[in-house]
């Protein structure tokens, strides 16, 4: 593992930050509501407005300009990706259902153990205590379920 010179790497970069932010360039463009995105480094975003301004002149409008100037592959484009968005909110709707699902039951699984023991111990008799336990269960149920199961396992074998 290679040393790393902190003095280099975070405190003058650091001590560079604060001279440029307290610097009298930096404080007069904040002040004054400038941009100060050029000092910081950033290059400047080239950005052409759309303008209809001579094309209405000249008796034409809005509409017309933008029939006239899209093409079908703009058009495909545009409705592609919203078709992709709204295939995408379709998957991840039913993705958040299922793993709301998934936590709804994993929370009802581990809130039974405590509301039966709860029931259990409740100082007020609610139909005798120990109803929940599976101490009086039918033994007859217990062996046609081993015995579907078996089949099962069984059919599923083959």
Sequence with gaps: MENENLLDTVFLPAVDRENFYNSTAYKTLKDNGGDTSLLEGYSEKSSTPVSFDAYIEQGGSKEDWIAKHVTEENKNMFFGAIGDFVTDLGKDGI?????????GVDFAVNLAPVLTKLYDLAPVPLGGGGVLE?????SSAIEATDTFIGAVSASSAD
């Design 134 to 138: 599976a101490s009086g269960t039918d």
């Design 95 to 103: 993705r958040s259902l299922a793993v709301g699902a998934t936590n």
